[in-house]
């Protein structure tokens, strides 16, 4: 687990995680034409980009009634993600 911020507030804490992702591409002998498939975040794991605190926590009442500290808000990373693609030099 990673420290949280000042405040005491236990929903700072987010337990470590690892992400997978790979790419496995075919190419022609001439180098000219390439097909690919690649994903990230494989096994689909739920993360935090940015935790922070919620705005207006204390006029709008929503506090944590534990630690009286505001309420943490999540921008989500991606899910999981494929893709398919094709290149053609020519």
């Given at each position: 687990?990673?420290?949280?911020?000042?405040?005491?507030?236990?929903?700072?804490?987010?337990d470590g995680y690892?992400?997978?992702?790979?790419?496995?591409?075919?190419?022609?002998?001439?180098?000219?034409?390439?097909?690919?498939?690649?994903?990230?975040?494989?096994?689909?794991?739920?993360?935090?980009?940015?935790?922070?605190?919620?705005?207006?926590?204390?006029?709008?009442?929503?506090?944590?009634?534990?630690?009286?500290?505001?309420?943490?808000?999540?921008?989500?990373?991606?899910?999981?993600?494929?893709?398919?693609?094709?290149?053609?030099?020519?």
């Amino acid at each position: 687990m990673s420290a949280g911020r000042g405040d005491g507030n236990p929903q700072t804490v987010q337990d470590g995680y690892a992400l997978l992702g790979v790419r496995l591409a075919l190419r022609g002998p001439d180098e000219r034409w390439e097909l690919a498939v690649s994903g990230e975040n494989l096994t689909d794991e739920g993360y935090c980009t940015l935790k922070f605190g919620q705005t207006l926590a204390g006029p709008l009442g929503t506090n944590d009634p534990v630690t009286g500290g505001s309420l943490q808000r999540c921008f989500v990373g991606e899910p999981r993600t494929l893709r398919l693609s094709a290149k053609v030099r020519y």
